[in-house]
């Protein structure tokens, strides 16, 4: 019953920066990890960033040292932080929940509708 939402996608030059926030409402008191994957158009579905629910955040290689992926529990939103972007980076960005810990009300996965980055030269 989570529904997401991503937000904060928009047209940046190379070399700049934005703030992906992804929003979750409904029942969201579940154990759950985040993930955030891009697909540009014509190309396959990348994996960038996770956090899990103790807080460990992974990243793909092309975007270690670059981006950051956090979490306030409080505000039920995972962000992604988006530093010196490069054009390669330009895609739908969508977030992913999944809920580990299977019960009655838990162990459901969301995907938001995604949100579109443009990275110009």
């Known amino acids: 019953q989570v529904l997401l939402v991503e937000s904060g996608g928009g047209s940046v030059q190379a070399g700049g920066s934005l703030r992906l926030s992804c929003r979750a409402s409904?029942?969201?008191?579940?154990?759950?990890?985040t993930i955030w994957y891009r697909q540009a158009s014509g190309k396959e579905r990348e994996f960038v960033a996770q956090i899990k629910s103790d807080g460990t955040a992974s990243y793909a290689d092309s975007v270690t040292g670059r981006f950051t992926i956090s979490e306030d529990n409080d505000m039920n939103t995972v962000y992604l932080e988006m530093n010196s972007l490069k054009p390669e980076d330009t895609a739908t960005y969508y977030c992913?929940?999944?809920?580990?810990?299977?019960?009655?009300?838990?162990?459901?996965?969301?995907w938001g509708e995604g949100t579109q980055v443009s990275v110009s030269s």
């Open positions: 992913q929940r999944k809920e580990t810990l299977p019960s009655e009300l838990c162990g459901y996965d969301a």
């Open positions: 409904g029942y969201t008191f579940c154990v759950h990890d």
